[in-house]
């Protein structure tokens, strides 16, 4: 698993997980998407941005825990919780870094201030972007235990690991998106 997602995944983005999220890319185990049970394969397996889809699924907005955020040359690293804005359920937990370069001053300024996701802010936008998951994954009981995915409870999860691009391929960012292990149908 490390490998497949090293290969793919920006170094600073890698550094920010093992270190700043004590996240070990070890702990990740890689799944093929048809043995991800119901409904986090529905709601993983796409090409849909998260936002959407957990928008959708729980139909409430959703609003950003910003956790811990990093400024670095040309990106911006936070990692968060997603929730939803009527019931306050989180409803993921993501690391995700935006290459600031590909967007313009003001819509840096707004995604810097970390209060909407960016899938929401892309659809705010204008921006026409494609998602592309570059492998899906699982985390075994107990593996997480020293992070805010602990939180969620001692169970399976399940999560991609996601690109998001301009039409034109032009990266937007790279996201890990991990569902709560308790994660039910509503």
């Known amino acids: 698993m490390a490998e497949t997602i090293v290969q793919n995944m920006p170094e600073e983005l890698r550094d920010f997980l093992d270190h700043a999220c004590s996240l070990s890319l070890s702990s990740f185990e ?40 990093k400024a670095l040359k040309d990106v911006y690293i936070r990692e968060v919780y997603l929730r939803t804005i009527y ?10 870094a935006i290459v600031l370069g590909s967007f313009e ?58 690109r998001l691009s301009k039409p034109n391929d032009q990266t937007l960012a790279w996201i890990m998106e991990i569902l709560p292990g308790n994660y039910s149908d509503t």
């Open 87 to 96: 019931s306050e359920e989180i409803v993921e937990y993501g690391v995700i």
């Open 30 to 69: 890689l799944l093929p998407p048809e043995e991800m049970p119901q409904p986090q394969r529905e709601l993983l397996t796409h090409s849909v941005d998260m936002t959407s889809t957990l928008a959708d699924f729980h139909e409430s907005a959703l609003q950003v825990d910003l956790l811990q955020k």
């Open 105 to 162: 001053p003001e819509q840096r300024k707004v995604i810097e201030e970390a209060k909407e996701p960016l899938g929401g802010l892309l659809h705010q936008f204008k921006i026409e972007f494609k998602s592309a998951p570059i492998c899906f994954f699982s985390l075994a009981e107990g593996a997480v235990t020293q992070n805010p995915v602990a939180g969620f409870g001692n169970e399976k999860y399940y999560g991609r690991f996601n």
